[in-house]
């Protein structure tokens, strides 16, 4: 067991670009959640994955947002044409879910900085 | 949808004090559990106590409890004496059982513990 990894851990982009982040939750866990936080607030959902099925998307994630994780393994989250607003830490979680509140595991996240 | 308030934006304690963080959240759910984080510097997010609603004992883990109050739908958390590692950003989160089980946080309380 050696945690959820993420990478990068930092990403400056200058506004108009494409960013990836990715996600590697511990090994076995069947869900892999992605949350934002933004300076002074709690991180927030804005999706899940079980397996490799993407099951749930927040209001938050617009268009421009996309995640995939491919063989139900890692996880990556793209954003393109980054805006100002989209500058957050972005945190990966993974959980194994078996029905009865399981406890997210996170990862240290990826900082963005839209430039 | 379920909201989770802290209403502590700040707190201090000097080390071996106890301290005891707020927090309210308002659901029409039944069956969830509601859980504490903690956030230090390095960014990480990492479980200190979970609590299934279901269950009228407190969550207890060593050090730190909780005091579980469903029909006031009040959950606090008690850290007794306090250590300088116990500095960090506190999170109160709730979860509803079943769907997508994605956490829901408050604004968090920054903790400070004073040598």
């Known amino acids: 067991d050696t945690g959820v990894s993420q990478n990068p851990r930092h990403k400056i982009t200058k506004r108009g670009q494409n960013v990836t982040f990715r996600c590697d939750p511990i090994s076995e866990h069947n869900r892999l959640y992605w949350y934002r936080q933004t300076l002074g607030q709690g991180p927030e959902f804005l999706t899940y994955f079980q397996n490799e099925a993407q099951l749930e998307k927040s209001r938050l994630l617009s268009d421009r947002f996309s995640a995939e994780r491919p063989k139900g393994s890692f996880s990556t989250l793209e954003i393109q044409r980054t805006e100002q607003g989209d500058s957050a830490m972005y945190l990966c979680?993974?959980?194994?879910?078996?029905?009865?509140?399981?406890?997210?595991?996170f990862g240290s996240g990826t900082q963005l900085s839209v430039l | 949808a379920q909201t989770v308030t802290q209403s502590q934006p700040e707190m201090s304690v000097q080390e071996a004090e106890t301290v005891t963080l707020s927090c309210t959240y308002d659901?029409?759910?039944?069956?969830?559990?509601l859980f504490w984080y903690k956030q230090p510097p390095s960014r990480q997010m990492i479980l200190v106590i979970r609590q299934e609603a279901y269950k009228q004992q407190n969550a207890t883990e060593n050090r730190f409890s909780v005091n579980f109050q469903k029909a006031a739908k009040s959950f606090s958390l008690k850290i007794s004496d306090s250590q300088l590692g116990d500095t960090a950003m506190y999170f109160c989160a709730f979860m509803r059982k079943g769907g997508s089980e994605k956490l829901v946080f408050g604004k968090g309380t920054k903790l400070t513990v004073n040598p």
């Open positions: 659901t029409s759910e039944n069956n969830y559990y």
């Open positions: 979680a993974s959980s194994l879910w078996t029905g009865a509140g399981e406890k997210l595991f």
